[in-house]
T-cell receptor, first 115, second 118 residues
Framework: DTEVTQTPKHLVMGMTNKKSLKCEQH?????MYWYKQKAKKPPELMFV???????INESVPSRFSPECPNSSLLNLHLHALQPEDSALYLC??????????????FGPGTRLLVL | AQSVTQLDSQVPVFEEAPVELRCNYS??????LFWYVQYPNQGLQLLLK??????LVKGINGFEAEFNKSQTSFHLRKPSVHISDTAEYFC????????????????FGQGTILTVHP
């Protein structure tokens, strides 16, 4: 099973709202990723968690706040977003590099619209 | 640092024709190579990957790719496409050097939109 699940599938929020995106995997992967994808562009890395610790923050604005409560769950908390933050938000996970299977598996994404 | 160039932004093709989507990469270290497919309004699905071993890699849905180290290429091919192959395809690389990390960092190409016409 190589499934990463994401909820919700779609989200519309105002600029003053607070919302959260959720990602879950049960493959025993210890690295989890958040990407942002604008239309007709490749995904852009936002955050990487490794063994539940934040390892990479690609200079993402503080209105995006990631959280990794346990090895299966990854959240992205959203607050005071701007219309330009509207995008597809993708979660991915991967096994440890030492396993020799250097592969990221992606979820279906959350389509976010900020009004 | 790595970079990935997908030489065609759009590839139109007729159903049952062969197709090749081209990908070249640049890296100062050895890399892992991937092709992902993205159907409209969906996430990325792994098509195939080259980690080591045979340079000809077979993936899902009848796709295959060949790793050419001397030409730093990883072109994707399918001998006969279907309407359902219409999607965007991304080539990606990740460097092999662990650097003490337990995660990889993918560098994506800009994507190739494959449109299959009846």
């Amino acid at each position: 099973d190589t499934e990463v699940t994401q909820t919700p599938k779609h989200l519309v929020m105002g600029m003053t709202n607070k919302k959260s995106l959720k990602c879950e995997q049960h493959m025993g992967h210890r690295a989890m990723y958040w990407y942002k994808q604008k239309a007709k562009k490749p995904p852009e890395l936002m955050f990487v968690y490794s063994y539940e610790k934040l390892s990479i923050n690609e200079s993402v604005p503080s209105r995006f706040s990631p959280e990794c409560p346990n090895s299966s769950l990854l959240n992205l908390h959203l607050h005071a977003l701007q219309p330009e933050d509207s995008a597809l938000y993708l979660c991915a996970s991967s096994p440890p590099r030492a396993s020799g299977s250097e592969t990221q598996y992606f979820g279906p994404g959350t389509r976010l619209l900020v009004l | 640092a790595q970079s990935v160039t997908q030489l065609d932004s759009q590839v139109p093709v007729f159903e049952e024709a062969p197709v090749e989507l081209r990908c070249n990469y640049s890296s100062s270290v050895s890399v892992y190579l991937f092709w992902y497919v993205q159907y409209p309004n969906q996430g990325l699905q792994l098509l195939l990957k080259y980690l080591s071993g045979s340079t000809l890699v077979k993936g899902i849905n009848g796709f295959e790719a060949e790793f050419n180290k001397s030409q730093t290429s990883f072109h994707l091919r399918k001998p006969s496409v279907h309407i359902s192959d219409t999607a965007e395809y991304f080539c990606a690389v990740s460097d092999r050097m662990a650097g003490g990390t337990s995660y990889g960092k993918l560098t994506f190409g800009q994507g190739t939109i494959l449109t299959v016409h009846p």
